[in-house]
């Protein structure tokens, strides 16, 4: 009888062992692919100035002692880099103003020069080699404190496209007086928009349809001005517009699928390809920080030293996370499609600067 049972038992734990066993597997599967993994992390030489990102890609500024800062391109989670010397302005005048990323390039403005101010458009592609100037404009607004003359500015990038502004600024009052800064009779003429494709400027939109550049992204361009949001195809066509009160839209933002407009207590989303109303998004108490960037799920929200993720689809925002010590010298934020890039600096004599990346499977399982 005991034999009998004790058969009985091992025939019952041999049909159900494979069972067993592969439940756990499963569990350990679950367990090995549930696990949180790091965010990535790349280290500069120098102190980050400035960030854009696109895709993979982030490109920063940095400030280097006593030498030339180099343009640094990180394509993330790996170790893929690209170092760029600026130009004559980057390196030996006033620096680097502005960057972005687009296009599979990075471009930047630099500025610089005496009495006058001068301002060039350098770009080169994501993966290295010459770095060609696109631009070269001048002004009086340096030690001269003349803002008339040539301006570049509102350099943006955004998946296929890599754009900019040109215009120049003219003082309306009799010869011999000149125009301050905010002075009501120094008129912006000679509008263009400007792309950066194949290697080669492209002014797909004059007058006063063409500026202010506000955004780029999913192919498209998002223009302030008239009275209204216009989006533009990467010809320059127009494709929709949202019509606004002056003033009403603090920022915008621009992806394929969201046209984001960051009002004083709301998000309100628009179908870019139409100019129709999505929805509204009450901000709360993040309404006092400043829209950054969309994506097809999230909103990205920064003020000096926090982030805010905002989810599309009811509104439900979260405080990011920051890496400790991070807050306190936060440089900049960015939302791709890919995921989340921020920057900030650590006291290191050798690696001060930091770019952190975390994926997009990882952003959104934080709600």
Known sequence: MDLRRTGAWLARWGALAPVGLIALFLAGAAQSFGAVSP?????????????????????????????????????APGNQTTRLKPGTLGCSGDGVSRIAVGGGRVAWIEQGGGNNLELTVMAAKLAGGGVKQFEFATNG???????TGDWVGQLLGGGPLLAYNSWTQIC???????????????????????????GRRIVVARGQG?????????????VEAVGAVTIRAASGAQVATVPESEGSARAVALSGTRLAIERTLTLDLYNPSTGGVVKSLQLGPAA?????????????????????????????RISFPLRPKAAATLVGARLTEAGLFYAYNVRSASLPGRIVFEPRGKLLARF
């Open 288 to 316: 006092a920080l400043r829209l950054g960037d969309v994506s097809a799920r999230l909103a990205l929200l920064r003020g000096p030293h926090r982030i805010v993720l905002v989810r599309l689809s009811d509104g439900k």
């Open 39 to 75: 965010d990535a992390v790349f280290s500069t030489r120098g102190r980050v100035g400035m960030l854009a990102a696109d895709g993979n890609h982030a490109a920063v500024t940095t400030i280097a002692k006593g030498g030339c800062g180099r343009i640094v391109v990180w394509t």
């Open 210 to 222: 063409a500026y202010p550049l506000t955004a780029a992204g999913g192919g498209r361009m998002a």
């Open 141 to 147: 607004d340096r030690a001269g404190e003349d803002p």
């Open 172 to 198: 309306d009052k009799p010869a011999g007086q000149g125009c301050g800064e905010k002075d009501p009779l120094l008129r912006v003429t000679n509008q263009k928009l400007v792309r950066i494709s194949a």
